[in-house]
């Protein structure tokens, strides 16, 4: 598994898309093992409270391909929540322009 001082994670395109990639810096942010964490649906990183924030730069990424400069809080497996900041989240697209998912590089990260 690759370590980085940042964390990158991807989901695929499942009607809700489960995370199915990960560095072991978003592993330690959301204090779970890989095997948890690539069979759980991505929108469970954030509060229902959050979610529409959520939904709302998925959908841009998909309309426009990426998004630069994303916050917002997530939440670990413990309950302990935390801001993502300088986050780019972009689509995965082969050179075919087949979809496969969305992935993220969480730039920093702090306790709320």
Known sequence: ML??????????????????????RALELFEMDRDSFIRLPSCLSAESVNQEKRGKALHEVSQQGYVQHYSGIRIASSGRRFWIRDTTIWNLVTP????????????SAVDV
């Open 96 to 107: 075919d322009g087949e979809f496969h998912g969305q992935a993220a590089l969480i730039g």
């Open 3 to 24: 370590s980085a001082p940042f964390g990158v994670v991807s989901h695929g395109t499942e009607a809700d898309p489960i995370f199915n990639y990960t560095y072991r």
